[in-house]
């Protein structure tokens, strides 16, 4: 988790999309990059500013037309796809509903009879134990099942928070009267943090995100009623 120079291992297709399509567009920059210098270097290197040679062109007019065209499309396309396919479905296995308070979240699930309804407040420093992660363990995790579509719907209470994932690839803006959708679906059980990620007053880097994948019979057994 820590000294990572990469994107956090993500549990989700979601994340892993998101992961290659930034490799992706960071080869693309850096080809961009690599070519600018270079031309930089052969006409400073030449000597003559090679415009001497130029009153109109119309290839070269064309090429730095079409070249930087063909560039954002290539970016633009898959960029498109990976933004309908964050999207997610039309149906869910699952809903939950997270609210941001200052400064703490609140989680909601109704469905199968759940009613499950709670805060969720970061761990203070005193209250920390061995192994715990200092301003990312909450009181009260939500417990999630794995190979489930979920739906997470994002509202505020107050003012503007955000719930963000980094190891889903994942991130909604949290406004109050109005509801943002997130697809969740997790290929593995385990464990994950996030943290608030919009500035909403003096505690926003102390209102975290823990969510544990279970599997549906563990989920069932704690919450059902
Ligand atoms: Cu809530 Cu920042």
């Given amino acids: ?58 290839f070269l007019e064309l090429t730095w037309t079409v070249v930087p065209g063909f560039l954002l499309m290539s970016l633009g396309v898959p960029s498109l796809f990976l933004m309908y396919y964050m999207e997610g479905a039309v149906k869910y296995d699952l809903t939950v509903k997270a609210v941001g308070h200052q400064w703490y979240w609140s989680y909601e699930i109704g469905d199968y009879g759940t009613g499950i309804e709670f ?43 955000a719930w963000a994932l980094p190891s889903m690839g994942i991130k909604a803006d949290a406004c109050p009267g ?9 290929c593995r059980p385990g464990s994950m943090y996030g943290q608030c990620s919009e500035i909403c007053g003096v505690n926003h880097s102390f209102m975290p995100i823990h969510v544990e994948w279970v599997s549906w019979e563990d989920f069932l057994m704690n919450h059902a009623a």
């Fill in 119 to 161: 805060d969720s407040y970061m761990v203070g420093l005193d209250d920390l134990v061995s192994g715990d992660y200092r301003l990312l363990n909450v009181d009260n995790s939500l417990v999630l099942p794995y190979l489930t579509k979920i739906r997470v719907l994002v509202g505020s209470g107050d003012v503007l928070h």
């Fill in 1 to 58: 988790m820590y000294n990572s120079l990469g994107l956090q291992d993500c549990f989700n297709y979601i994340g892993m999309e998101v992961y290659l399509f930034h490799d992706y567009s960071m080869l693309i920059v850096l080809f961009i990059l690599v070519g600018v210098m270079l031309s930089v270097l052969v006409i400073l290197g030449s000597g003559n500013y090679m415009v001497k040679g130029y009153r109109s062109s119309e």
């Fill in 178 to 186: 109005r509801l943002n959708v997130l697809s969740l679906g997790v």
